[in-house]
């Protein structure tokens, strides 16, 4: 019986053994992007499966209150539908979900004040006002249904991919060998069984520490900085924690300060009712804000923010993760010395903490417009992979490269003069020197102006822009008309001794 190999045909691998690239691209770094490339969408995946789950979740629960409004309508009539906008209204304004994420039940009170203010409602009574709820409420339902039905075809769609791709994530443990070590044991007792340990390694794709086996405890691993961690999940506490106002960090701070100004006075501008709401809410939720990842998740979701444009919430999450790990490096007090030292009179715990949010948030926000740069000179090909791009990179850490630009056509009179002139055609010097003119004459004002200024960076912004075949011919011809050039900042020694 053959074998049917079409199963690995689903792997999705970012090996750099069939990787050719154009010589002047570094080989490395486009494995490097080719390994991010992946991991990105695989995590946008994810993400968005499970924000189209959390939505069918949701739209399950409006669609059943939904139901009992259209019943309620059908028993008692618009009274029922008065009672329950002014229940809601109230259970809203008392439990003070106004200023956080809405809940189902305050989905449901928006929907029903926008239902009275339309065109069919309005000043109808009586038995045409309950058949006008009535029909209303149905047509929302109705459109809930289809965007339910929606989601679902896109949640199966997304899964249906991600059946197709063979990755780590997906790999079951069928039959393994491995050893098993018996943990330290406090005192032998013949009631109690040894207990046993086991440890497991994940391997991720081109990471220069993958390895079957488990760096031994007590010892640091060597990771790869480029390895994707796991993200943690942002959850509502976590996003109302961060949407807490006014912040710590009062907003007539400019959002580019990286550090206190020096008129900054603690007894005149630390707000006091922002860190009081802050241990509030600290001390309600203690056992799902202090724990391991969380301040990760808030400064992950200050990361994005920034890249979503929000710099007041990416300041916000950068705020209140820090504070986060600085009330867990406390102790088991943490929270309460935190906020002692925070209301101190002379305010130098407050500047500490501010600096560090200030210069953190900096940081973030000026590599989130980097990501965003990079991101916005690579458009999506049809089939969703990211465009190639071509990129002059030295190999070598120790070679420059460098441009030399023609200043103009080649003069009427040529003198050859120096070492190594001595029968050389004037006329061929004259040649190539009017072709190296034409070259660089026909290049688009923009690399034009990017080859004079001898930037790197300016000239691979211009190629990042072009498309693969354009750019490889283009960089061909900074080669044919020595434009390009490669020097060494190496210190060599000349003088023949070995």
Known sequence: MPLNYAKWDALELSDDSDVEVHPNVDKKSFIKWKQRDIHEKRAQAKADMEGLQKELELNANLDGQLSKVIDDLG???????????S???GERESSGRASS???????????LLQINEESRVKGKSGLELDDALSQAVKDHRAKLAQRTKDAKQELDKLKEDEKRKITSEGIKEGWSSGHVTKAEEAAPSSKTPSQKKTETTYETINSPSSSSVAAPAGKAATEDPDDDAEVPTLSSTMSRFIDLDPPCISSSIPFATASLPPTWNPKKDLSVDAFEKAYAFLRDNRKELIRPGV????LVEAFQACMRGDRKRGRRATEKGLMLQYCDKLGKDG???????MRGTDGRAAAVYFNDVLSTFARIYTRSQQLAAEQSNTS???????????????????????????DGPPPDHIELEGEGTEGMDVEKVRE???KRWDIFAAFTDEMKEALKSKELDKVNKVLGEMPVEEAEELVAKLDEAGILSFSSSEVRDETGKA
């Open 335 to 341: 929270v309460m010395l935190f906020f002692q030292r």
């Open 380 to 406: 999506s090909s049809a089939d969703g992979a990211g465009q190639e791009q071509i990129q002059l990179v030295a190999e070598d850490p120790s070679t420059i490269i460098g441009f030399e630009v023609p």
């Open 87 to 89: 229940r809601l209204t």
């Open 101 to 111: 994420a809405p809940s189902p039940e305050d989905m449901v009170l928006s929907l």
């Open 432 to 434: 190539f020197l009017q």
């Open 295 to 298: 301040t990760d998740a808030l």
């Open 75 to 85: 028993s008692t009539g618009s009274s029922s539908y008065s009672q329950l906008v």
